[in-house]
Nanobody, 128 residues
Framework: QVHLVESGGGLVQAGASLRLSCVASGATFSATHMGWFRQTPTKGREFVAT????????AYVDSVKGRFTISRDNAENTMYLQMNNLKPEDTAVYYC?????????????????????WGQGTQVTVSS
């Protein structure tokens, strides 16, 4: 079981940037594919981005492409989500998640059921 702790959320104005961090412990982070999801009361939990264990493959939901960048530092057991040009519709609780599987595909890694461990979430609020 992987223990995940997110940080970096906050209240910002539209157009601003934030960087979320997710620190992992309890597993071999460098062998674990990871993902970011977000949740709102109206839309439920939504896939945002995923990254393979070695960081070479990434995928994003269309609504964040060109604005968000997922990355990881395996030496620090940390994953990041750099969010630029934030919009009010990005307002949500953001969760990081650790994949339960050894294989990676952009299709399967965009689904919640690929992930076996979740963080507690960090709130991102973007005002207009």
């Amino acid at each position: 079981q992987v223990h995940l702790v997110e940080s970096g959320g906050g209240l910002v104005q539209a157009g601003a940037s934030l960087r979320l961090s997710c620190v992992a412990s309890g597993a071999t982070f460098s062998a674990t594919h990871m993902g970011w999801f977000r949740q709102t009361p109206t839309k439920g939990r939504e896939f945002v981005a995923t990254i393979s264990a070695n960081g070479e493959r990434t995928a994003y939901v269309d609504s964040v492409k060109g604005r968000f960048t997922i990355s990881r530092d395996n030496a620090e057991n940390t994953m990041y989500l750099q969010m630029n040009n934030l919009k009010p519709e990005d307002t949500a609780v953001y969760y990081c998640a650790a994949d339960r599987n050894s294989y990676f595909s952009t299709n399967s890694n965009s689904r919640e059921d690929a992930y076996g461990s979740w963080g507690q979430g960090t709130q991102v609020t973007v005002s207009s």
